[in-house]
Each structure stands twice: as structure tokens, then as C-alpha cells.
């Protein structure tokens, strides 16, 4: 086990190089802070935020030489070789409300509220970013927007935005094409409020927590999700597959991180950090290493072979 130091600050998110060799953490209000993992001094490279950071946006490209992040209104990218890092700003991000970037980085969905009402689905093509459709959400509400690992499909959870409480109205979950728009299919969602939602590796599933409840819907999604309860109280925060698919690990606000079998929602393991509530979770794309990421700042990093 290995303890690493960032700031005094909730960690957000974490995320592996795809060697599997280096780590990230972005640290609410700080920097985002990288390290190799084969170096004999791990002192981190401290990188500047560059403006409000949007959670859920921290990743590698595919030849991990470069380390990007999203911001509020557009994205930060590193460059390893160069030792730079810049701003990016697709003009049509400035008035997004909700945006995700696919796992290529090459599309975007973004939703736009008042006065445009849409969501909005981008490709990057001949170095620019192109829309590929529109949909009108004049009438909609949407959140917990998820890609794919393929980057041929994205999740959503709706609900209409009719006059009255609309917010108390139930939500649905909906999985569409990523190029087209075009539904692929839906299924009901046991709360009036959303949590977050993830894709399996191979897209066969969406996977979502909500407070201390842990769901699972089966893709093509027809009905309610599966669901699996933490047996202490505390509310899950973050989630990581394993490679394999077949392992689910959850954090905790209660110092622990869960796992569970990807197919039964039974819990399987579970690893005790005595770092605070723990925030987030990620697993080296070669099954060999997890890291979790606690409130005070910490990242511990485990072998799980």
C-alpha cells in the first residue's frame, strides 16, 4: 500500500495512464497532481487547474502522453513530453449547463438551457467541432450524462420539465447512439432525483449510485435496475470497474471502499483507508492496481493481485 499527498482538499477524481505506470488526482480548489509510479522519489508534478473544474472530466489520451481535464467552459490539456499545458474552449461550450466528452475525446454531448433548450451531440472533424444533431429539451430535463467506453453510445437520466413540481416528477433512464441520437432503449429510475451513472467496459450495462444504493440496469435496459444497498448506512460516492467487467469497486463516505460482483451486485470484498471519507476511485487499466482518493487530500494506491 502507498500513501500519496496532495493538498488538503476532497480528491474528485483519480485516473491511471494506460501503462498503467502513472496516476492522476484532481483536488477540489487546487491543481491536479501527477505521478510515475516507477519513479524511486514519487513527488508529484503539480499542475495548475486552470479555471473551475468539472468533475468527471480527468483522463489520459490513448498514449498517455498527455493528461487532459474538463473544465467549467471548455478543457486544460498537459503534455507530458512537453512539460506545457494549455486551455481549450469550443465556443459552444461557453453555454452549456451539462457537457461529456467520449473516451477518444474526439465527441462531446452537451445540453444548453435557457434560452436554446437542446442537447447536442459534436464530432471533431477536419479541426473543428462539427454538430452531428440536436435534440429539443424545451420540455425535458436531463442530467447524469454518461459515454460509453466504445464511444458508440450515451446514458441520461430524464424527466419532463412540465409546469408544476417537475422536479419531483420520476426520472427515466434512456441510452441512446452517440453518432445518430437515435434511442436505443430505456428503463425506469426509482428516484425523483439523480445520481451518477457509468458505462460497463464492454457497454453491456450502465451502473449508477444513489445515496447508499447501488443500481444496475442490463443493457437493452426495459425495466427498473437492480439494486444493492450498503449494509452500514453510508452513502456511496464513486465508482470503478475492474478490466475485466467483472468487479465493481465503491467508495464510501464511511472510510471504505466496497466491492462487488458485477453480475449479482454481491459484495465481495472490502478494503479499510483510515483517511477520511473517501471520495474517489479508479483501477489501472492492467487489473493489477486500485487507488482511492479521501476527503483530507490522501490517494492510497493497492495492489489488488
Known sequence: MLVLKTASAEVLDLAFSPDSRAIAAAVDGAHVFLWNLDSPNIAPVRLGLGGKYRAGGLRFSATGRRLEW???DGCRAYDRDERDATNEYPSFLTKATVWKVGPAGDRIVSSHGMPDHFLAGWQFKD?????????????????????SPAGDRFAMLTRPASPGRWWDQPMRLEVR??????????????????????????????????GMTLLS??????????????????????LAYHPNGRRLFVTSNDETVNEFDADTLERTNRYTWQLD??????????????AAGAATGDVVVWDLE
Not at 219 to 235: E, I, Q, V
Open 70 to 72: 474538463q473544465l467549467a
Open 127 to 147: 479541426g473543428e467541432w462539427v454538430r452531428q444533431w440536436a435534440l429539443s429539451t424545451l420540455h425535458l430535463s436531463v442530467e447524469s450524462v454518461t459515454i
Open 177 to 210: 447512439d452517440l453518432p445518430t441520437s437515435a434511442s436505443r432503449s430505456d428503463g425506469t429510475y426509482p428516484y425523483s432525483y439523480a445520481g451518477k451513472l457509468w458505462f460497463s467496459p464492454t457497454g453491456a450495462a450502465v451502473v449508477g449510485i444513489h
Open 217 to 238: 440496469w442490463s443493457l437493452p435496459a426495459g425495466g427498473g435496475p437492480r439494486l444493492a444497498r450498503n449494509d452500514n448506512r453510508k452513502h456511496f460516492t464513486a
Open 277 to 290: 471519507r473517501l471520495s474517489a476511485i479508479a483501477v489501472s487499466p492492467d487489473g493489477t492496481l486500485a
